[in-house]
């Protein structure tokens, strides 16, 4: 597995009654279920850099994913997975840093979709980071920025089920962004994206459109005591292509 997160020292609780906190981080979506967290954590791995540890065990995912009874799951698994290993390693290797790395389209990154300026997105990855320091558990990050979906995913799986569902419904748009992005470009990864989505409360958006209008505001930004982590204070340069906001040209149609 992934393995950013060493160990678990804590227990989410369920959702309870009270009005949604303004910092969407706090939000209490519960859980989820046991299947949800095996979509987390097989989705996590498959979306990593293929490296001969993953090209060896992708095959196995297949078998962890019918646990989960998601039809639509287990079949976009096994269609990433012979992705995967269906080619000799070095075009498989070359084709994920041209789509993955290379390519703004296809960003891991969820507040790259979002946050339209260096300081948002220096707050916004400070929160992320937040999250991990406040859960007691050791993050190894490997060379990612704290927002990578893999990360987020493997958190949520691993060790703290309600902030980590939290997470990823606050960057719901990203998600769905990226889904639609996946789908255009016939990367099968897009059926792992639609079944993230499905664990977290509400229906997919039909169109770009739908998602625009959501994405637009960006999700809600809880600053405080995050000074000093914004911008180049959190390590990024202000030309760091990581920086630039995928939605800046929604409103022409233009792609990133």
């Not at 369920?14 to 979509?39: H, I, K, M, Q």
Request: charged residues 25%; aromatic residues 8%.
């Amino acid at each position: 597995m992934a393995g950013f997160f060493s160990a678990k020292n804590r227990t989410a609780e369920e959702p309870t009654s009270c009005p949604p906190p303004e910092d969407p981080f706090e939000a209490n979506l519960g859980l989820g279920t046991p299947a949800d967290r095996v979509v987390y954590q097989v989705t996590a791995t498959l979306l990593g850099y293929p490296s001969d540890e993953l090209l060896r065990q992708a095959r196995g995912l297949i078998d962890l994913a019918r646990a989960t009874e998601d039809q639509r799951f287990i079949e976009a698994c096994g269609a990433t997975v012979e992705w995967l290993v269906g080619r000799d390693a070095g075009s498989v290797r070359g084709d994920y840093v041209q789509e993955f790395d290379l390519s703004r389209r296809h960003s891991f990154h969820l507040s790259y979709w979002t946050d339209g300026d260096t300081r948002r997105r220096g707050v916004a990855l400070a929160r992320f980071k937040r999250m991990y320091r406040e859960s007691g558990v050791l993050t190894d990050l490997h060379g990612e920025l704290p927002d990578h979906l893999g990360v987020v995913l493997e958190f949520a799986a691993q060790v703290d089920a309600v902030k980590g569902r939290a997470a990823l419904q606050a960057y719901r748009s990203s998600l769905e962004l990226l889904r639609f992005a996946l789908d255009d470009a016939h990367l099968p990864h897009a059926g792992l994206l639609a079944a993230v989505c499905r664990t977290l409360p509400g229906a997919s958006p039909a169109t770009r459109e739908e998602i625009h209008r959501i994405a637009a505001s960006g999700p809600p930004q809880e600053t405080v005591g995050l000074d000093g982590y914004g911008g180049v204070d959190a390590g990024l340069s202000a030309n760091d292509p990581r920086l630039l906001p995928i939605l800046q040209n929604a409103s022409t149609g233009e792609q990133p």
